[in-house]
């Protein structure tokens, strides 16, 4: 059973449509990050969310922490092809050092 | 370049043949971590290190050896690899553990074992 649970498992969008990811669980995270892992690479940090109702924005992405801390959402707007890649979200409880991963969104931009 | 090394990128091996797959990083980083990544199961840590000589289970240690003699390096040992171990590992390090802290991960080895 995954600690974090990401919907939708899979998306496939046009150019220029909006797309967001959500990642939820039943714990609360001290802090949760969200990163992007392309075909044949290692997943690389996108963000960091550490407060409840944080929202963070890295040019067309727009990430948000939950008040309660216990669930975070990506959002793109105007998604382009380079967008393409797993998104993971990953966060700590109280287990110093564990971080724990949800299984991804592969989200797919076709032009 | 600040990085993580892992060697080798491919591994093909026969059950029980004892193999090693190496970890390097260059960011002075207090933690390290192994993952394994299995489609439909994400991101599973396998063992992970908060400093040199301090090691400890992550939530798939089974069949797996660490060691931490130096801060730099964090090598994965299978002993006696079996085809359940057959996977795309990826080592990762952070300043101290936690999500406080970004990650960075090495571009992954992906073994099979036959």
């Known amino acids: 059973t995954q600690l974090l649970e990401q919907s939708p498992q899979f998306l496939s969008i046009q150019e220029g449509e909006n797309l967001t990811v959500y990642c939820n669980s039943s714990s609360v995270f001290s802090s949760l990050q969200w990163y992007r892992q392309e075909p044949g690479e290692g997943p690389v940090l996108l963000v960091t969310v550490v407060t409840g109702g944080e929202v963070k924005k890295l040019k067309r992405l727009t990430f948000q922490f939950g008040d309660a801390r216990k669930d975070s959402s990506l959002h793109i707007t105007a998604a382009q092809p380079g967008d393409t890649g797993l998104y993971l979200c990953a966060g700590d409880t109280d287990s110093w050092g564990k971080l724990q991963f949800g299984a991804g969104t592969q989200v797919v931009v076709t032009p | 370049e600040a990085q993580v090394t892992q060697n080798p990128r491919y591994l093909i091996t026969v059950t029980g043949k004892k193999l090693t797959v190496t970890c390097s990083q260059n960011m002075n980083h207090e933690y390290m971590s192994w993952y394994r990544q299995d489609p439909g199961l994400g991101l599973r840590q396998i063992y992970y290190s908060m400093n040199v000589e301090v090691t400890d289970k992550g939530d798939v240690p089974e069949g797996y050896k660490v060691s931490r003699k130096e801060k730099r390096n964090f090598p994965l040992i299978l002993e006696s690899p079996s085809p359940n171990q057959t996977s795309l590992y990826f080592c990762?390090?952070?300043?101290?553990?936690?999500?406080?802290?970004?990650?960075?991960f090495g571009s992954g080895t992906r073994l099979t074992v036959v």
């Open positions: 990762a390090s952070s300043r101290f553990g936690g999500a406080s802290y970004g990650y960075t």
